[in-house]
C-alpha cells in the first residue's frame, strides 16, 4: 500500500526500511513481544463471547434524567480469569443516563465495587469515580468487560482504592460497551459520564450511601476526564459533595498530544481522536475527512474496533503525513477550523474546579507535554483554584513508546495519600 502526496508515493514498509537501526530494533522487540504474550496484545477475544452482551443495549425509552439507574446486574472483577479469582468486592455493573458529545440524553455504563469490609474513616464511606486512561474505542474495550476478563489495567488503582476502603465506581465512558462512536478526549462527554457515575453510584442498593462524599480520579484519559469532570461539577452537578479530585498527566491540549503522539508507538490512535470529533460534530464530517487520504481513511475506518492492546496493528510509529492528501502532519491542520474550534472546545483550563485538585505530571513524559499541564495549572490557579501539583523528575527515555507517560502511574501513590488526607478531614456522620 502506498501513499501519495507531496511526499511523493511511499509505503509504510519502506518508512521502516529507511528508519535507524534503533528504531527498526526496537519494532522487533516489540513484534516479539507481541507475539511472546498471545492474545492479549491482539486483541480482546473473550469479551467478544460476553455473556452481559445484552447488558449493553440500551431499551428503547429510559429515564433521560442524568444520573439515573436504567438496569443493573451483579458482577465481579477478575484477578485471574476462569479461575474464580476475583478482587473481594460487592460488585455491581450498572447503565445510567448522562449527557454526551452532543449535549444529547445518552446511556452509558459502568461498575460499582464496594468493599466488603466496613468503613473506618469519618462519615459514610466515599466513593471514588474513576475513569479509565486510553483503553480504545471497540465495544469490547469497555472497561466493566475487560473487569471480567482481568484486563482492565485500572484493576491496580481500584485494588488501592477497595484496600484503604473506598467504594469505587468506573465509568466506561460514552460508546464504550454501548451503542455509538465513543468521543475520545471530549471534555463534555467524559466529564458528564464521570459526574453521572457518581450520581448513580450512591445507591443503597449497590452498598453505597446516598449521602457519600465523593472524590474524581484517573490518569492519562482518565485525568481528562477527572480534570473535565472538576471543570463542569460546579455548573452540571452542583449538589455532589466532591471533597477532591486526582488529575494525573491530564493531556489538557488536543494540540500538545498530536504534536508528541505524532509517529508513536500508539500513532494510530489519533483514528480515535478524529472519529471522537465527527461524533460530536457531525455537521463538519465532510471537512474533516476531507484532509485524509484513502490509506487514512481506512485507519479511521479500522481503529474504531481496536482497544488499545491492538497496538501492534494501528500502524505503529508510521507518521501522520502518510494518512494526509497533502503530506503535512494532523498537529498543521489543527491550527485550522473547523479542527481549531474542535481543539479548543477540549481545553482544560478555562474553568476553576471547586474542589482541591492534586495534578500530577512527569517532565519526561512523552506524549502529555508537561508545558500543557503547567499551562493549565496556572490558569486555575489564576482564578482561585486550590490546585496541589506533584511533579515527577523521570527522564525522557525511548520517546514515543509511551514509557515516560506510562512510568508517571506511579504518581497515583502520592495521589492515594493525598486523598486519604481529604478523607480524613470529612466531617463526622
Keep these: 500500500m502506498s501513499i501519495g502526496g507531496r511526499r511523493g508515493s511511499r509505503s509504510v514498509r519502506e518508512h521502516f526500511r529507511g528508519s535507524s537501526p534503533r528504531r527498526r530494533r526496537l519494532w522487533a522487540l516489540l513484534a516479539a513481544c507481541a507475539v511472546a504474550s498471545g492474545?492479549?496484545?491482539?486483541?480482546?477475544?473473550p469479551a467478544?463471547?460476553?455473556?452481559?452482551?445484552?447488558?449493553?443495549?440500551?431499551?428503547?425509552?429510559?429515564?433521560?434524567?442524568?444520573g439515573s439507574l436504567i438496569r443493573s446486574a451483579p458482577s465481579?472483577?477478575?484477578?485471574?480469569?476462569?479461575?474464580?479469582?476475583?478482587?473481594?468486592?460487592?460488585?455491581?455493573?450498572?447503565?445510567?443516563?448522562?449527557?454526551?458529545?452532543?449535549?444529547?440524553p445518552t446511556a452509558v455504563?459502568?461498575?460499582?465495587?464496594?468493599?466488603?469490609?466496613?468503613?473506618?474513616?469519618?462519615?459514610?464511606?466515599?466513593?471514588?469515580?474513576?475513569?479509565?486512561?486510553?483503553?480504545?474505542?471497540?465495544?469490547?474495550?469497555?472497561?466493566?468487560?475487560?473487569?471480567?476478563?482481568?484486563?482492565?489495567?485500572?484493576?491496580?488503582?481500584?485494588?488501592?482504592?477497595?484496600?484503604?476502603?473506598?467504594?469505587?465506581?468506573?465509568?466506561?465512558?460514552?460508546g464504550l460497551g454501548t451503542p455509538g462512536v465513543h468521543p475520545y478526549l471530549n471534555r463534555r462527554s467524559l466529564g458528564t459520564s464521570m459526574l453521572d457515575m457518581a450520581r448513580v453510584a450512591r445507591n443503597p442498593k449497590f452498598g453505597v450511601s446516598a449521602q457519600a462524599p465523593v472524590a474524581l480520579w484517573g490518569y492519562s484519559e482518565g485525568g481528562f476526564a477527572a480534570g473535565s469532570a472538576a471543570e463542569l461539577a460546579g455548573s452540571?452537578?452542583?449538589?455532589?459533595?466532591?471533597?477532591?479530585?486526582?488529575?494525573?498527566?491530564?493531556?489538557?491540549?488536543?494540540?500538545?498530544?498530536?504534536?508528541?503522539?505524532?509517529?508513536?508507538?500508539?500513532?494510530?490512535?489519533?483514528?480515535w481522536v478524529v472519529n471522537g470529533f465527527i461524533a460530536a460534530y457531525?455537521?463538519?464530517?465532510?471537512?474533516?475527512?476531507?484532509?485524509?487520504?484513502?490509506?487514512?481513511?481506512?485507519?479511521?475506518?479500522?481503529?474504531?474496533?481496536?482497544?488499545?492492546?491492538?497496538?501492534?496493528?494501528?500502524?505503529?510509529?508510521?507518521?501522520?503525513?502518510?494518512y494526509t492528501r497533502d503530506g503535512r502532519p494532523i498537529a498543521t491542520h489543527l491550527r485550522n477550523e473547523p479542527w481549531r474550534t474542535a481543539v479548543n472546545d477540549q481545553r482544560l483550563g478555562r474553568v476553576a474546579p471547586r474542589m482541591p485538585i492534586l495534578v500530577s505530571?512527569?517532565?519526561?513524559?512523552?506524549v502529555v507535554d508537561p508545558r500543557g499541564t503547567d499551562r493549565m495549572v496556572r490558569s486555575w490557579r489564576a482564578?482561585?483554584?486550590?490546585?496541589?501539583?506533584?511533579?515527577?523528575?523521570?527522564?525522557l527515555v525511548l520517546p514515543g513508546t509511551f514509557l515516560g507517560h506510562g512510568i508517571g502511574l506511579t504518581s497515583e501513590l502520592a495521589a492515594l495519600s493525598w486523598l486519604n488526607g481529604k478523607a480524613a478531614a470529612l466531617p463526622a456522620r
Design 39 to 45: 492474545a492479549s496484545l491482539t486483541g480482546i477475544g
Design 48 to 66: 467478544t463471547a460476553d455473556p452481559y452482551a445484552g447488558f449493553y443495549d440500551p431499551p428503547s425509552t429510559f429515564d433521560t434524567r442524568p
Design 76 to 104: 465481579y472483577a477478575a484477578i485471574i480469569p476462569f479461575t474464580g479469582a476475583n478482587i473481594d468486592a460487592r460488585t455491581t455493573t450498572v447503565m445510567y443516563a448522562s449527557t454526551g458529545a452532543r449535549n444529547r
Design 109 to 174: 455504563t459502568g461498575s460499582v465495587l464496594v468493599p466488603r469490609t466496613p468503613w473506618s474513616g469519618r462519615g459514610e464511606r466515599p466513593v471514588v469515580v474513576v475513569g479509565s486512561g486510553t483503553i480504545g474505542a471497540g465495544d469490547q474495550c469497555a472497561p466493566s468487560r475487560l473487569l471480567r476478563y482481568g484486563q482492565a489495567y485500572e484493576e491496580l488503582a481500584i485494588g488501592a482504592l477497595l484496600a484503604n476502603g473506598y467504594a469505587v465506581a468506573l465509568t466506561d465512558y460514552e
Design 236 to 271: 452540571y452537578a452542583p449538589e455532589l459533595p466532591i471533597f477532591g479530585a486526582f488529575a494525573g498527566a491530564p493531556a489538557p491540549d488536543l494540540a500538545d498530544l498530536a504534536r508528541l503522539g505524532d509517529g508513536s508507538l500508539l500513532g494510530g490512535g489519533v483514528g
Design 282 to 322: 457531525p455537521e463538519r464530517r465532510a471537512e474533516f475527512l476531507s484532509v485524509f487520504n484513502p490509506l487514512g481513511r481506512n485507519v479511521l475506518r479500522q481503529v474504531n474496533s481496536y482497544c488499545v492492546f491492538d497496538v501492534l496493528r494501528m500502524n505503529p510509529f508510521v507518521p501522520t503525513t502518510f
Design 361 to 366: 505530571q512527569n517532565r519526561g513524559d512523552d
Design 383 to 395: 482564578q482561585g483554584a486550590d490546585v496541589t501539583v506533584e511533579t515527577m523528575y523521570l527522564p
